[in-house]
Nanobody, 121 residues
Framework: VQLQASGGGLVQAGGSLRLSCAAS????????VGWFRQAPGKEREFVAT???????VYADSVKGRFTISRDNAKNAMYLQMNSLKPEDTAVYYC????????????????WGQGTQVTVSS
């Protein structure tokens, strides 16, 4: 599976961005698909995932502000980010995997190239 993330950019605190992740093949019911982020000097951090069952998991830090969704017809996944904070600044990656440990980067086999999100204060 090839993944391509897009939609990053520069936004002021309190603003919104929508990230997209295009997959080269069907992912629904086959792969858990999720978003991670990595800030400079920090480890890659779990953001959200949609399990192959359709259930959704969010990191506590983004719960209530971010919404993950997928469009099965387009083999695409999205991350709607609202009420952005400077601490959300990072490179955001989409990923696909099958492990039940959905919040761990090691659970994902395929990764997109990343898209930069910068939130100014």
């Amino acid at each position: 599976v090839q993944l391509q993330a897009s939609g990053g950019g520069l936004v002021q605190a309190g603003g919104s961005l929508r990230l997209s992740c295009a997959a080269s093949e069907r992912t629904s019911s086959i792969w858990n698909v999720g978003w991670f982020r990595q800030a400079p000097g920090k480890e890659r951090e779990f953001v959200a995932t949609i399990r192959m069952s359709g259930s959704i998991v969010y990191a506590d830090s983004v719960k209530g502000r971010f919404t993950i969704s997928r469009d099965n017809a387009k083999n695409a996944m999205y991350l709607q980010m609202n009420s952005l904070k400077p601490e959300d600044t990072a490179v955001y990656y989409c990923a696909a995997g099958r492990s039940v440990r959905v919040s761990e980067p090691s659970a994902y086999v395929y990764w997109g190239q990343g898209t930069q999100v910068t939130v100014s204060s």
